[in-house]
């Protein structure tokens, strides 16, 4: 699904320079036969005109050299980059644009210049611009190329990180879901003939977009990312590395410099021959130890931390992460002295909105969520407002690279709009539910993936008949496969939660509870790192009852995707659609007959009124919310650490704002939210 996807007029002189830029590029030959035109007509009047001819034909001259210089090289000889043929260095900042409202772009870029950042360097999500196989969306949050054109308006250049794979703590790693669907078999970052065809495909769409872009071409992309971390993946498969290089390389030449990333102990299988080697790593105190390591892989060449960590990510269940300022300066100053170019990541972190989050192989299950905000306790917080931390990197960047005459913006305005009261539609599981939110059933013998269902997230309803006659009282139900979050009920009536996460796969069922055995899965996001990245989800493996498999499933699906159809939902509800909330009236009660769906309105009176807001979801138990038809991502304040969801200002509008949840949990008796005007990060509910 495409969050905040209102296409934003693009500005004309960027439309006009872009053009020129491309008509440069494919055209050079054009202006020198123009000239000869010029000097034929000359002719007649040669004489009259020989010396301001001469004078206009050296300027030309000197222009198109100027132009013909325009390079962004490695001079390994004396271990540096050069730019236009004069030694550079960047200090840089990661921004990813799939991670903050369009209209925040701007701002968001002139606080890192302001720092005395001279780059920006992000990520391109494969999954965000071809959510379906054959289907592409370059506009809203996925107009790339108005990104790269801010960047330049605010005097950035760009590091470009393409991938195909990303980590980034996005599901699969940036990754389609349907990759999966399509090649249930396919093995990706590897030579797999498969997985090579889509991402030449992939390649050819993005990298086509790009080229004009690349430093050579007049554009600002002066690096680009040949894989990510290679190193730590299993594979090290050198085939791989190497076409991959090959196909980048047929489309950037030499109009901008080929990198790799790795940490310092992987590099190995991280290096490609021909590609600069780069490295990643935090705070240290043996900073040159670790430049040995690259030097036994890369003897020469500028030295790169091309991910230097400020902050750290977060799952659910934990604390928040926490980095000190006091902590990253030293080693921040001994890289500057040792003449590195550094990237901040992230020095802007952002929002996984909507279902984009991803996960980690940690923990007891080999399983933990990501939480929906990316604050990464980065130098800007996650509505882009500078911290001390960004102050004090700032004053160091000022030691070492000329300062742009730019003020620090001020931190956007927040408000506490206060408190607003839900109204309960209906439950999921409601005729009226099924009808308006399924985007349809299959049956099947054996149980389905949301891949083989061809679902991105959300949830799917599994279903099916248990037997007439329990051997024990209670018998055992075994869900082996569960990936990643099994809400169970039986006859519509909850009995119980098992969890990849915990893990806790088994749960008792008396013979007395019913019939009907219903399993909603719930996808808390797709493996972003590791071995597992073709992460399927749902009932992955046979269901059984103590010994016996069950069969003959219904797998409806909701996949949460369409916010035009909870309305439809919300409008058409009746009063029998709203069995199951009668039990709302009893304290932080759990949603006994499926998740149910609350809506509610927040009214702004006046423009000078709109400002970033907090939604509070202090009593509430699991789910997502959306604001005006956007996803605002998933909140989970029952085991924190995030209480509150980060609303952009450009989200809400003057007038009536519709706020929808879809509660897969419990609801407080009051069934009520507010809105405050800072976050609550770091604690739970």
């Given at each position: 699904m495409l969050i905040f996807s209102t296409a934003i007029?693009?500005?004309?002189?960027?439309?006009?320079?872009?053009?020129?830029?491309?008509?440069?590029?494919?055209?050079?030959?054009?202006?020198?036969?123009?000239?000869?035109?010029?000097?034929?007509?000359?002719?007649?009047?040669?004489?009259?005109?020989?010396?301001?001819?001469?004078?206009?034909?050296?300027?030309?001259?000197?222009l198109g050299l100027a132009k013909a210089k325009?390079?962004?090289?490695?001079?390994?000889?004396?271990?540096?980059?050069?730019?236009?043929?004069?030694?550079f260095r960047f200090i840089s900042g990661s921004f990813h644009y799939f991670r903050a409202h369009p209209e925040t772009w701007s701002r968001h870029l002139r606080t890192m210049r302001a720092a005395g950042l001279n780059a920006v360097t992000t990520y391109v999500e494969w999954s965000l611009h071809n959510p379906r196989d054959g289907v592409y969306v370059?506009?809203?949050?996925?107009?790339?190329?108005?990104?790269?054109?801010?960047?330049?308006?605010?005097?950035?250049?760009?590091?470009?990180?393409?991938?195909?794979?990303?980590?980034?703590?996005?599901?699969?790693?940036?990754?389609?879901?349907?990759?999966?669907?399509?090649?249930?078999?396919?093995?990706?970052?590897?030579?797999?003939?498969?997985?090579?065809?889509?991402?030449?495909?992939?390649?050819?769409?993005l990298m086509t977009r790009m080229a004009p872009y690349?430093?050579?071409?007049?554009?600002?992309?002066?690096?680009?990312?040949?894989?990510?971390?290679?190193?730590?993946?299993?594979?090290?498969?050198?085939?791989?590395?190497?076409?991959?290089?090959?196909?980048?390389?047929?489309?950037?030449?030499?109009?901008?410099?080929?990198?790799?990333?790795?940490?310092?102990?992987?590099?190995?299988?991280?290096?490609?021959?021909?590609?600069?080697?780069?490295?990643?790593?935090?705070?240290?105190?043996?900073?040159?130890?670790?430049w040995a390591k690259l030097r036994r892989y890369e003897p020469n060449g500028p030295l790169v931390n091309a991910e230097y960590y400020p902050g750290w990510l977060t799952h659910w269940t934990e604390p928040m992460a926490n980095v000190s300022t006091e902590s990253i300066t030293g080693t921040f100053i001994d890289m500057l002295?040792?003449?590195?170019?550094?990237?901040?990541?992230?020095?802007?972190?952002?929002?996984?909105?909507?279902?984009?989050?991803?996960?980690?192989?940690?923990?007891?299950?080999?399983?933990?969520?990501?939480?929906?905000?990316?604050?990464?306790?980065?130098?800007?917080?996650?509505?882009?407002?500078?911290?001390?931390?960004?102050?004090?990197?700032?004053?160091?960047?000022?030691?070492?690279?000329?300062?742009?005459?730019?003020?620090?913006?001020?931190?956007?305005?927040?408000?506490?709009?206060g408190t607003i009261r839900l109204s309960s539609c209906c439950t999921l599981f409601s005729s009226q539910g099924r009808q308006k939110l399924s985007t349809g059933v299959v049956r099947s013998n054996k149980p389905k993936t949301f891949e083989a269902l061809d679902q991105y997230s959300g949830l799917v309803l599994y279903e099916t008949w248990l037997p007439t006659h329990f051997k024990r009282d209670p018998s055992i139900l075994y869900v082996p496969g569960l990936?990643?979050?099994?809400?169970?009920?039986?006859?519509?009536?909850?009995?119980?939660?098992?969890?990849?996460?915990?893990?806790?796969?088994e749960l008792p069922l008396s013979a007395s509870s019913g019939r009907l055995l219903q399993i909603l899965v719930e996808n808390q996001g797709r493996l972003n790192y590791g071995r597992q990245l073709n992460d399927f989800k749902g009932l992955t493996k046979d269901v059984r009852l103590d010994k016996q498999m069950l069969s003959n499933w219904n797998m409806t699906k909701y996949p949460l995707e369409s916010y035009n159809d909870l309305e439809q939902l919300i409008a058409q509800s009746t009063e029998s659609a709203q069995v199951g909330f009668q039990e709302l009236r009893k304290p932080q009660l759990l949603l006994r007959s499926g998740p149910g769906i609350y809506h509610g309105t927040l009214t702004i009176d006046k423009d000078?009124?709109?400002?970033?807001?907090?939604?509070?979801?202090?009593?509430?138990?699991?789910?997502?919310?959306?604001?005006?038809?956007?996803?605002?991502?998933?909140?989970?304040?029952?085991?924190?650490?995030?209480?509150?969801?980060?609303?952009?200002?450009?989200?809400?509008?003057?007038?009536?704002?519709?706020?929808?949840?879809?509660?897969?949990?419990?609801?407080?008796?009051?069934?009520?939210?507010?809105?405050l005007d800072t976050p609550i990060l770091n604690g739970r509910s």
């Open positions: 007029k693009h500005e004309d002189k960027w439309e006009m320079l872009m053009q020129k830029t491309r008509n440069d590029f494919l055209g050079r030959e054009e202006l020198s036969g123009g000239l000869g035109m010029e000097l034929e007509l000359s002719n007649l009047n040669i004489m009259r005109f020989q010396h301001s001819f001469v004078a206009i034909f050296v300027i030309i001259s000197l325009r390079t962004f090289e490695v001079d390994y000889k004396n271990d540096q980059f050069l730019k236009d043929g004069r030694p370059w506009n809203g949050i996925a107009d790339l190329e108005r990104f790269i054109r801010l960047a330049v308006d605010e005097d950035l250049l760009v590091i470009l990180r393409p991938g195909p794979y990303i980590c980034a703590e996005r599901d699969m790693g940036g990754f389609p879901y349907w990759l999966l669907q399509k090649f249930p078999g396919i093995q990706l970052r590897t030579a797999d003939t498969n997985y090579l065809s889509e991402v030449r495909i992939w390649y050819n769409q690349l430093y050579g071409n007049g554009g600002p992309i002066i690096m680009v990312q040949v894989e990510n971390e290679y190193g730590s993946f299993f594979a090290c498969d050198l085939s791989y590395r190497n076409w991959l290089r090959d196909e980048t390389q047929s489309y950037v030449k030499d109009n901008a410099v080929l990198f790799t990333n790795d940490g310092p102990t992987v590099l190995r299988c991280g290096k490609i021959q021909g590609v600069l080697a780069t490295m990643d790593f935090g705070a240290t105190r043996d900073l040159k130890s670790i002295d040792s003449g590195a170019s550094v990237n901040f990541y992230m020095f802007y972190g952002g929002t996984n909105f909507g279902f984009t989050a991803g996960a980690n192989e940690n923990g007891p299950g080999n399983y933990i969520a990501d939480i929906t905000s990316y604050d990464y306790d980065a130098p800007m917080t996650e509505a882009g407002d500078p911290t001390p931390k960004y102050y004090a990197l700032r004053r160091i960047i000022a030691r070492y690279l000329p300062m742009p005459d730019l003020p620090v913006p001020d931190p956007v305005p927040k408000r506490a709009y990936a990643d979050r099994g809400y169970v009920y039986v006859d519509n009536e909850f009995v119980g939660i098992l969890a990849r996460e915990t893990p806790i796969y000078d009124q709109l400002a970033d807001t907090y939604l509070d979801m202090s009593g509430w138990g699991k789910g997502i919310v959306f604001i005006n038809g956007e996803n605002l991502g998933r909140y989970w304040p029952l085991v924190g650490p995030q209480v509150t969801l980060y609303v952009p200002a450009p989200v809400l509008k003057m007038g009536s704002n519709r706020v929808v949840l879809v509660e897969y949990q419990m609801a407080p008796t009051s069934m009520e939210l507010q809105f």
